[in-house]
């Protein structure tokens, strides 16, 4: 026998019938159609993004799902490290991305009923006009003096010096009143407003990777440094007397005969104010083109300022050592006494110097700091004022 197909007219009338029929059934459940949601993915930044910063907050969630598999991809391929929280929700960016780059997401979110989608988005960081760098004077570990200054020297000018301050922090174990200056537009100094404290831990910071400096300009890297400042010791010197005497914990320890620049001559005098040490060398060959280049070997040289100040070993002037002036700018010494000194001091170390018609300043270069005033010093930060 022949089977005559339904048609669709039928069909819905069967169907129809059928419906009507249940429901015209005592006790019969009434039939109720639930709509499952399928995750749906977002992303900071957005698909397609570009000019993104690199440290910037960077993530992906899901709703009404979980992620099964999430990752950050480099252009490379090298997978970018994150963290992905305890209920499969939402990744996060867990390392610095890189400047000119395009990432990728993939993966896959997952929903109640195990239906998958797949995980997929690019963006494209930022690219600085110019990548600035930066040096810091202290390094991880070492020991300094009470009068160290922490200097941060960049590889371009700074535009925004509010914004690369705000970005730079020191933390002291002793608390310590202190303030960031800038001496020009690549250069800036933190000091205390007075010497540290003996035995303080310090650690300066300046998340400058990421930050924008101003026309364009981002940093190029963080950089951070760990040091302690140790014992107090300082040196006084009086260009009258001819005495150079140090002091220990506060206490005079020794009194040095010493001859300073020569009086006469305004290019010779040795520069009153807070002198720093700033690095010492066992023999160091003593050159100044003010003086036709002479070229003299010096031992246990000690230097404290930009501007050819050392305190050295000089046995030709022992005869005026506590008697008169005659050097080109440095404190000389005897050599045993300028070997007892080279083995005392630290990089940072203060060295105060008075008597002088002279007076060390901006024009010695770097380390000058404890000459000016601390009301004046504030004034030269970007933030502050």
């Not at 020991?143 to 160290?148: F, L, N, S, V």
Request: charged fraction near 15%; proline fraction near 6%.
């Amino acid at each position: 026998m022949t089977r005559t197909p339904l048609s669709w007219r039928s069909m819905s009338i069967v169907v129809l019938s059928l419906l009507i029929t249940v429901s015209g059934c005592a006790g019969a459940p009434a039939l109720n159609f639930v709509s499952v949601p399928r995750p749906q993915v977002m992303m900071q930044p957005g698909d397609g993004a570009t000019g993104v910063n690199p440290v910037g907050r960077i993530w992906i969630a899901v709703r009404d799902g979980t992620f099964n598999a999430v990752g950050l991809t480099s252009p490379a391929g090298k997978a970018v490290a994150g963290q992905l929280s305890a209920d499969r929700t939402t990744w996060t960016v867990g390392e610095p991305l890189g400047y000119d780059k395009t990432y990728t997401w993939s993966g896959t979110a997952i929903d109640s009923d195990g239906v998958q989608i797949p995980v997929q988005g690019s963006f494209h960081t930022l690219s600085p006009t110019d990548q600035v760098g930066a040096k810091l004077n202290v390094t991880d570990n070492a020991t300094y003096g009470i009068a160290m200054p922490i200097a941060l020297t960049f590889s371009s000018p700074i535009k925004d010096k509010a914004a690369v301050e705000r970005s730079l922090s020191v933390q002291t174990s002793v608390p310590t009143e202190g303030s960031w200056a800038w001496l020009d537009d690549t250069t800036v100094h933190w000091r205390p407003e007075n010497y540290f404290t003996p035995n303080t831990d310090v650690i300066v910071t300046a998340r400058l990777y990421g930050l924008s400096m101003g026309n364009g300009a981002y940093g190029r890297e963080d950089l951070t440094a760990k040091f302690t400042i140790g014992r107090s010791y300082v040196l006084k010197g009086d260009t009258q007397t001819h005495r150079l005497k140090s002091y220990a914990n506060g206490v005079q320890v020794a009194d040095y005969a010493a001859s300073y620049g020569l009086d006469s001559d305004p290019r010779r005098v040795t520069h009153s104010g807070i002198h720093v040490v700033m690095t010492k060398f066992p023999t160091f060959f003593m050159t100044n083109p003010k003086f036709d280049y002479y070229n003299v070997e010096a031992h246990w040289a000690v230097q404290v300022s930009d501007n050819g100040e050392f305190v050295h070993s000089a046995p030709w002037s022992i005869a005026q050592q506590g008697r008169r002036n005659v050097s080109h700018g440095c404190v000389n010494l005897s050599p045993s006494a300028a070997k007892a000194i080279f083995n005392a001091v630290l990089p940072g170390d203060p060295v105060e110097i008075t008597g002088s018609s002279q007076q060390l300043g901006s024009q010695d270069g770097n380390y000058f700091d404890w000459t000016v005033p601390w009301d004046v010093w504030v004034t030269k930060s970007a933030v502050h004022n």
